[in-house]
T-cell receptor, first 109, second 111 residues
Framework: KNQVEQSPQSLIILEGKNCTLQ??????????LRWYKQDTGRGPVSLTI?????NTKSNGRYTATLDADTKQSSLHITASQLSDSASYIC????????FGTGTRLQVFP | DTAVSQTPKYLVTQMGNDKSIKCEQN?????MYWYKQDSKKFLKIMFS???????INETVPNRFSPKSPDKAHLNLHINSLELGDSAVYFC??????????FGPGTRLTVL
């Protein structure tokens, strides 16, 4: 079983809609939790980074939350755009990085 | 200006060959990494290197070897390529344990 599990595996939404991606982890404690966006054919790009004591961090239309009690993080995307189509990867830093399996998001017009 | 660059972008080769992938970062970071992304899009760390310390993922075959001529470069050499080595390889860099900056990836296909 992976130490960082993401759900759903894939998601299709219409442009303009909101969506929430989930990340459940078993490792604890950790130094920070990160969300990356990976466009097809490109390397991952950092969206947010939260320390263990933070419970929310925003980057434009992306808002990440962290619940250390339930060991869950979520990434909420508001007013989705076609360019949001990508894979989103949750990463826990211990130190040493543990990558989640990713959620593939497709936004259709 | 590209922060982390890799060459080549695509590499097609036959089983048994030896190949190298180059990586350069111009961010002044002290740590560089190599990751392998398999067909299921799962990223696995292969190596991390920060000037003096090389950390190797023990699951990586010794046919893979990183070589760092200087702080800005970490090249990946692969000997005796196998079919299972086909994947996308990403170089990345960071300042200590901070945010990773990834290269564009190299898609390796072994025939």
């Amino acid at each position: 079983k992976n130490q960082v599990e993401q759900s759903p595996q894939s998601l299709i939404i219409l442009e303009g809609k909101n969506c929430t991606l989930q990340c459940n982890y078993t490792v604890s404690p950790f130094s920070n939790l990160r969300w990356y966006k990976q466009d097809t054919g490109r390397g991952p790009v950092s969206l947010t980074i939260m320390t263990f004591s933070e419970n929310t961090k925003s980057n434009g239309r992306y808002t990440a939350t962290l619940d250390a009690d339930t060991k869950q993080s979520s990434l909420h995307i508001t007013a989705s755009q076609l360019s949001d189509s990508a894979s989103y990867i949750c990463v826990v830093s211990l130190p040493g990085l543990i990558f989640g399996t990713g959620t593939r998001l497709q936004v259709f017009p | 200006d590209t922060a982390v660059s890799q060459t080549p972008k695509y590499l097609v080769t036959q089983m048994g060959n030896d190949k190298s992938i180059k990586c350069e970062q111009n961010l002044g970071h002290d740590t560089m990494y190599w990751y392998k992304q398999d067909s299921k899009k799962f990223l696995k760390i292969m190596f991390s290197y920060n000037n003096k310390e090389l950390i190797i993922n023990e699951t990586v075959p010794n046919r893979f070897s990183p070589k760092s001529p200087d702080k800005a470069h970490l090249n990946l050499h692969i000997n005796s390529l196998e079919l299972g080595d086909s994947a996308v390889y990403f170089c990345a860099s960071s300042q200590r344990d901070r945010v990773l900056f990834f290269g564009p990836g190299t898609r390796l296909t072994v025939l």
